[in-house]
């Protein structure tokens, strides 16, 4: 796993996201471990660069990532 920073996982996840999800479990580890390195509670996510930016897309999101043990929110 590499030592990337929080926003360099974060981008990782939305390039997974526009690419059909690709590595998304990778990416959510490597995020999970970036949020522990920094002392993060939970990762926040801008949500106009979403591929399913609607109620429906961030729901399952925020659900995909609790299984996986990471908690997200969305900017405003």
């Known amino acids: ?12 996840i939305y390039a997974s996201l ?3 999800n690709a590595d998304l479990d990778a990416h959510i580890a490597t995020l ?10 939970h990762a926040v996510f801008d949500p106009t660069r979403l591929v399913q930016n609607n109620r429906a897309g961030r729901k399952l999101m925020q659900a995909y990532f609790r299984q996986r043990g990471v908690s997200v929110s969305f900017s405003e």
């Open 1 to 12: 796993m590499n030592e990337l920073t929080l926003a360099e996982a974060t981008e990782n």
């Open 18 to 20: 526009r690419a059909d």
């Open 32 to 41: 999970k471990a970036a949020l522990a390195r920094e002392g993060k509670k």
